[in-house]
């Protein structure tokens, strides 16, 4: 099965900065998740996206199906953003073999 | 509108012994998948539940075990634990198909020892 490619895999940065989080993969999938993990562990679902663009809050993730390849924006960045983002995907005709995820982009924002 | 919860949240077990995890799934979620976190890796998939039925099974061996029961809640078990079995175990509840996002839980930490 393809790997999910994430990067940067370390990102700091100082508060107000654009941040960009980038995501590849290799064959087709029916769906991209953004996903967010706080220290401790639980994620939290930032975005599902199957084509185009989505935006809530500070947060807007685009995705090319052609090009493969997904992008996590956010605007004004803020030290609570500080966490990990995960990239995952759903293969085509993948339903039940579940999310192939990348390893993650860790974000610090300073203040 | 419940989340999805995850118990015990840490664990420690002694190499050889088993271990059963357990998830209650979001309310109206009919979809159970559990995954495995390496410290530093991203989450591998396990094994998805739906209606009670293994529907779904990644890259682990047989002594990874799951029961999904009517209420939808679900079990991951876990026979003759190893040293590498140490990770942290998330559970996700959805609906079936592409359409539907995912919710996780917070996750139980093993540690086997």
């Known amino acids: 099965k393809n790997e999910v490619e994430q990067s940067p895999q370390n990102l700091t940065a100082q508060e107000g900065e654009f941040i960009t989080i980038n995501c590849s993969y290799s064959?087709?999938?029916?769906?991209l998740h953004w996903l967010q993990q706080h220290p401790g562990g639980g994620i939290v679902s930032l975005f599902m996206?199957?084509?185009g663009k989505k935006k809530h809050g500070r947060l807007i993730a685009t995705i090319n199906i052609q090009e493969k390849h997904s992008s996590l924006h956010i605007t004004a960045s803020h030290p609570r953003d500080s966490a990990v983002y995960i990239c995952?995907?759903?293969?085509?005709?993948?339903?039940?073999?579940?999310?192939?995820f990348g390893k993650g982009t860790h974000l610090i924002i300073q203040p | 509108e419940t989340g999805v919860t995850q118990s015990p949240t840490h664990l420690i077990k002694t190499r050889g012994q088993q271990v059963t995890l357990r998830c209650s799934s979001q309310?109206?979620?009919?979809?159970v998948s559990w995954y495995q976190q390496a410290l530093g890796q991203g989450p591998q998939f396990i094994f998805q539940?739906?209606?009670?039925?293994?529907?779904g099974r990644g890259n682990f061996p047989p002594r990874f075990s799951g029961l999904q029961f009517p209420n939808y809640s679900s079990e991951l078990n876990v026979n003759a634990l190893e040293l590498d079995d140490s990770a942290l175990y998330l559970c996700?509840?959805?609906?079936?198909?592409?359409?539907?996002?995912?919710?996780f839980g917070s996750g139980t930490r093993l540690t086997v020892v």
């Open positions: 996700a509840s959805s609906l079936p198909g592409i359409l539907y996002g995912y919710t």
């Open positions: 064959v087709g999938i029916s769906a």
């Open positions: 996206l199957s084509s």
């Open positions: 995952a995907v759903l293969y085509s005709g993948g339903g039940a073999d579940g999310l192939t």
């Open positions: 309310s109206g979620h009919n979809t």
């Open positions: 539940y739906y209606r009670e039925e293994e529907n």
